[in-house]
Antibody, heavy 118, light 110 residues
């Protein structure tokens, strides 16, 4: 059973870069699609982007200018960087796994709250 | 970009059947996935590929998808089914695959 765990600062200042890491255990990140998804307080889910096992990425068009997703296979981790954050980026951030293209996000991390505030 | 439309809320009495819809242009041509999210918890996959259930999800949960509407059906609703439900598809209309979520539906058990 694969497990995912998000980690990173819980507080980020406006205009700075949000950085999170998802550590995967029980399975290799060298396969599958790995997504970042966020949920502002009291609102719905928003897909941020994914990285495929080959290293290719794709991002939500509304965030693509500020987002980078990368992977470190030696640590079995993948990461999210979101630049120039504002209060609107305050959310619970989840990492998740899809078994293939068009597949559901079958496995999720517990989520981590990131607050953007000075 | 592709848009999925869900009703904000659905209410049902215990023991009755809840139906939550997810509308999208020709959604019947896509695989639809449904997630259940309880307060303070991460989403859990409830139905995938329109009508399949992961292990551990009760048979009371089922799905269908045709035309412009996908539906999550919960039979014999229990108090523990009260949660937010999200539909999700992959959209490749812009020559790169995007993951799209509906806005979510709050299921209230009366």
């Amino acid at each position: 059973q694969v497990q995912l765990q998000e980690s990173g600062p819980g507080l980020v200042k406006p205009s700075e870069t949000l950085s999170l890491t998802c550590t995967v255990s029980g399975g290799s990140i060298s396969s599958y699609y790995w997504s970042w998804i966020r949920q502002p307080p009291g609102k719905g889910l928003e897909w941020i982007g994914f990285i495929f096992s080959s290293g290719s990425t794709n991002y939500n068009p509304s965030l693509t200018s500020r987002v980078t997703v990368s992977a470190d296979t030696s640590k079995n981790q993948f990461s999210l960087k979101l630049s120039s954050v504002t209060a609107a980026d305050t959310a619970v951030y989840y990492c998740a796994r899809h078994l293939s293209y068009i597949a559901a996000a079958r496995d999720w991390g517990q989520g981590t709250l990131v607050t953007v505030s000075s | 970009s592709y848009v999925l439309t869900q009703p904000p809320s659905v209410s049902v009495a215990p023991g009755q059947t809840a139906r939550i819809t997810c509308g999208g242009n020709n959604i019947g041509s896509k695989s639809v996935h449904w997630y259940q999210q309880k307060p303070g918890q991460a989403p859990v996959l409830a139905v995938f590929d329109d009508d399949d259930r992961p292990s551990g999800i009760p048979e009371r949960f089922s799905g269908s998808n045709s035309g412009n509407t996908a539906t999550l059906t919960i039979s014999r609703v229990e108090a523990g089914d009260e949660a937010d439900y999200y539909c999700q598809v992959w959209d490749s209309s812009a020559d790169h695959p995007d993951v799209v979520f509906g806005e979510g539906t709050k299921l209230t058990v009366l």
